[in-house]
């Protein structure tokens, strides 16, 4: 009787690993998940306009922070490896739009990192410029971090920051419906997908005990993504009652 107490015990455990392993795996991976309908959305019409590449910029600077954050102060392993994943995926994207934007431009005219043109800001023709840009904003972070790893209240303004930032993931997207008054070109898939990761985030965030701002920083997105979703039923219906 007691062996077999000891076996149940010891299945349920095993049962609560594996499910803990696969959630760890969705928390990497999942994050980038929602930008494969809108990548390849972009490459079947070659049309970027729908989609606003500053989601990238913010989350670049969001990851790029929060992986200054763990090293000041040491969360799950699982969250650091979805930043690394993210990054890599904003920069597929980023690759993705210019050269589409590229294959399309009428003019000739080049906005180039080097022209300290702040009106283009994040609107330049080169990817290289992209990775320049990130790789000095890096080593930015990186100098500031050295010179203030020992103080706590710098690492949790980080912390704050990196999910300040991550909250604001959809704000960018948002505002580019509002102003093209329609969401043509814009992944619906991509926003379910970006509102079904952040409910299970914000969740695991909860259960795990994870650093306060995390959860908070997902609930934020949440809402934000709701206000994404009403756009796409409000400029539906608007498109429709301008065709009738």
């Known amino acids: 009787m007691d062996a077999e107490v000891v076996l149940q015990e010891e299945n349920i455990e095993g049962s609560w690993t594996l499910l803990s392993w696969l959630a760890s795996c969705l928390m990497v991976f999942g994050g980038a998940l929602p930008y494969v309908p809108q990548y390849q959305e972009i490459q079947m019409n070659s049309n970027t306009e ?10 670049l600077i969001a990851n790029i922070l929060r992986i200054f954050f763990w090293i000041g102060k040491q969360f799950e392993l699982t969250l650091l490896l979805q930043s690394v994943v993210m990054i890599l995926a904003m920069f597929a994207m980023l ?34 410029d992209y990775l320049l840009f990130c790789f000095g904003f890096t080593v930015l972070c990186a100098v500031v971090t050295l010179l203030l790893l020992d103080s706590a209240l710098f690492v949790e303004t980080l912390g704050s920051l990196a999910v300040m930032f991550e909250a604001m993931l959809g704000l960018p997207q ?14 619906v898939k991509m926003v379910l997908l970006w509102t079904a990761g952040d409910v ?13 701002q995390f959860w908070v920083c997902g609930s934020v997105q949440i809402l934000i993504d709701v206000a994404i979703l009403l756009q796409v039923l409000f400029y539906s219906q608007d498109t429709r009652t301008k065709l009738g």
Do not use: I
């Open 200 to 212: 299970f985030k914000t969740s695991y965030f909860v259960m795990n005990e994870s650093p306060t």
């Open 95 to 128: 690759h993705l739009c210019c050269t589409v934007q590229n294959t399309n431009r009428v003019s000739t005219k080049q906005y180039r990192l080097s022209d300290l043109d702040f009106r283009y800001f994040w609107k330049w023709s080169a990817f290289e």
């Open 174 to 187: 948002l505002l580019q419906n509002f102003h093209n008054r329609s969401t043509k070109g814009m992944s």
């Open 50 to 59: 729908g989609f606003s590449t500053r989601v990238c910029l913010v989350l």
